[in-house]
């Protein structure tokens, strides 16, 4: 059985900066979503599995970075000037398909971690 365990989340002031962690068992097409209250989970970055091929959602593109160490791997989203809207649950996700370019939806991954607060007070 996978597991993929994060750490990163808390509170932070809107401007400031968090970096999400993903520990997984292997190295997989690794996604990140999150979910607000009364929202649907939606995609925030992705990476293919060599880390070759990244996507990031347009709401954040200009602010966060996916990227992974392969050696331990982990993968990292590093979120920066971030505001009240991108408070919501983070998960990370990981997809056995490692050849996988379909990252947006929820149903193509196969493991999720338990998820990590991310508060942005104003």
């Known amino acids: 059985q996978v597991q993929l365990v994060e750490s990163g989340g808390g509170l932070v002031q809107a401007g400031g900066s968090l970096r999400l962690s993903c520990a997984a068992s292997s190295t997989y097409t690794m996604g990140w979503f999150r979910q607000a209250p009364g929202k649907e989970r939606e995609l925030v970055a992705a990476s293919s599995w060599t880390g070759g091929r990244t996507y990031r959602a347009d709401s954040v593109k200009a602010r966060f970075t996916i990227s992974r160490d392969d050696a331990k791997n982990t993968v990292y989203l590093q979120m920066n000037s971030l505001k009240p809207e991108d408070t919501a649950v983070y998960y990370c996700?990981?997809?056995?398909?490692?050849?996988?370019?379909?990252?947006?939806?929820?149903?193509?991954?196969?493991?999720w971690g338990q998820g990590t607060q991310v508060t942005v007070s104003s």
């Open positions: 996700a990981a997809q056995k398909d490692r050849y996988s370019t379909n990252y947006y939806y929820t149903a193509p991954y196969d493991y």
